[in-house]
């Protein structure tokens, strides 16, 4: 089987309009991850969730689905999933994306509530070898 570049994108939200949007969640999201000595941020919690090493039981997971569940409901219906892309292990110096990213779900055919938000969320594309 022969190895190539896949194209990828993903309609991105800026983690500030998260926060105005679920301030108490963002908030319990982040002291979970503090309490946690051995992740530094956030990114460290999307590389966890790419590679799959994330526990459904784990506190951090738990405030994420928060996060997410209270994100749903702010914004009528979009759908918000936390993202990682490394380029220089698995794509190209081309990609607007290079680590952790807040993906939407919900904005490819706007929906009432995406139309609420194509202001304040932008499609990056990236590649992947594989």
């Known amino acids: 089987m022969?190895?190539?570049y896949g194209a990828n994108y993903a309609d991105?939200?800026?983690?500030e309009n998260i926060k105005k949007l679920c301030r108490a969640e963002w908030d319990c999201f982040m002291e979970a991850i503090e309490a946690?000595?051995?992740?530094?941020?956030?990114?460290?919690?999307?590389?966890?969730?790419?590679?799959d090493s994330m526990d459904d039981d784990d506190p951090i997971g738990k405030a994420l689905?928060?996060?997410?569940?209270?994100?749903?409901?702010?914004?009528?219906?979009?759908?918000?999933h936390l993202g990682f892309h490394d380029h220089d292990e698995c794509g190209d110096r081309y990609d607007e994306?290079?680590?952790?990213?807040?993906?939407?779900?919900?904005?490819?055919?706007?929906?009432?509530?995406?139309?609420?938000?194509e202001d304040k969320v932008?499609?990056?594309?990236?590649v992947t070898f594989g």
């Open 122 to 126: 932008s499609r990056k594309h990236f």
């Open 12 to 15: 991105v939200m800026e983690e």
């Open 65 to 80: 689905e928060q996060l997410k569940e209270s994100f749903h409901i702010a914004t009528d219906g979009l759908e918000l």
């Open 36 to 51: 946690d000595e051995d992740l530094a941020g956030v990114e460290d919690v999307a590389h966890m969730i790419y590679f």
């Open 2 to 4: 022969g190895m190539g």
């Open 97 to 117: 994306i290079n680590g952790y990213f807040w993906g939407i779900d919900g904005m490819y055919e706007l929906t009432e509530a995406g139309k609420k938000f």
